[in-house]
């Protein structure tokens, strides 16, 4: 059946804006539903893809980057969630669905063509939104294969050149907790690493707080039996981390150890490990370690040190944790957004309507050391509605400007001004701010740098919904990054 796209003329303006070092072209694109969903980016066709939803209706918007119409592309009746994905015998990269049927292609002719029959924990369709979800994995190969979780497998589907799939079903049970009488079932998380230095990319799960691993073998296949690893690290189970006051057990003085990342932080090739701990002070107060094992490869593979190799300590809870290079010295950084949950940050809630938050700023050194101490810190304000039962994040990002890997710090004042902090080379980031005029949505945090147009600088995309003005409502603004050089 051929499903095509309905075409509708956007209205949009576009303008320069222009401030000493920072130049970037502004777009205002008009949509015909909120902007509250995903965004996703195909370069390689000069698309952006834009889900947006009320409780009545979902929407996905497929914006042209290079006259920035706008077309509406029917979402399939039984779809669930939407990304991207390389196909055999496509130029780029090509927009896939999950269904409840299994997993479909959305042709650029506007035809579903059906890639993976299978089950999944997605068995009923929110008929109310649609969001981008990754359930695209990178074996190894140059084209994309998937992994569907259902309640006792990760059901891996890996594509072959001619566009066919073979099926390994990997036994890991689903996540489930029951906190109420509505039960609640999570995939379990999985990472994909060479743990036995066979140059062949293996799939990690944890269970009971043990490290498991499906191999992959020299033909491609995989084993769907996982086999522990004898890594001198654990995590905490998941009974050890229910910690819920119906449990019958304290709060003060438990930790609860979890995998925050698997990735190379020190830039030698290997990756290494990063142990999120949160230590209970009482049932609102905790404190939140970060424990990096720097990765060593051995004949056999990869091994960690049973103890941390660097430790970063907060005395608060982070809200956001992101690690990525900041500073373009090749080795992953730390930013970590954090309050004081406390009978004080209670009390300046009920009175103010707001909470301070903290942005700390950690540079992993020469030695491979993170100081005590972070790098930089930025304060912001975190507006609360105890009424409307909401809170605001501050617009607070990192964008490269231009591409050569070093970031400078986005900071949104107000409801109409950005202000740059430039890297510094002394201090992180400069102290005086270029500041620009422009609408900010109200919720920070649907607030996007990517790039757009694959020139390796940071683009800035603004979404407005219908918590925002009537003049902003379900537009988009893209910040384009420009050339420095004066045209």
Partial sequence: MRIWLFVSVCLLSSTSLVASEVRLDKVDIDLPHPVNGSLLALPERQQLLVSGFNQFERWLSQISLSDFT?????????????????????????????????????????????????????????????????????????????????????????????????????????????????????????????????????????????????????????????????????????QEADQRNDAGDTYAGKNIDSLAKLTDIDGDGIVDMVIEREQFIDALERKTSFRIHFGQQTAKGISFNSEPDTTINTNSSPIDVKIADINGDGKQDFYISSTHFGVGTIIRVLLRGSASLDVDFYLLDANRRYKNKADFRQAATIDVSIGNFRFDMPLLQLVDLNADGKSSLLFGDGSNKLRFYLPDNKRLFQRGSIDLKVELPRDAKQVKVLDLNNDNKDDIILPFSSHDNNEQRNHLILLLSKNNEKS
């Fill in 70 to 238: 706008v077309s509406q592309i029917p979402i399939p009746a039984k779809a669930q969630f939407f990304t991207k994905a390389t196909l055999a015998q496509q130029k780029s990269e090509q927009l896939v669905f999950i269904t409840t049927d299994g997993i479909s292609w959305f042709t650029e002719k506007g035809e579903l063509k059906p890639l993976v029959q299978s089950g999944s924990l997605y068995r009923v369709v929110d008929s109310s939104r649609l969001r981008e979800k990754d359930f695209v994995v990178n074996l190894g190969s140059d084209l994309s294969d998937f992994i569907l979780p259902d309640f006792s497998h990760l059901q891996l589907f890996r594509q072959q050149a001619d566009g066919q799939f073979i099926h390994y079903p990997l036994k890991v049970p689903a996540l489930v907790r029951s906190w109420n009488d509505k039960p609640n079932y999570q995939p379990r998380p999985y990472y994909v690493l060479d743990v036995n230095a066979d140059n062949k990319l293996d799939i990690i799960v944890i269970l009971e707080g043990q490290f498991y691993a499906f191999l992959q073998q020299s033909d491609a296949s995989f084993l769907t039996t996982a086999q522990k690893l004898d890594w001198p690290l654990r995590v905490s189970t998941e």
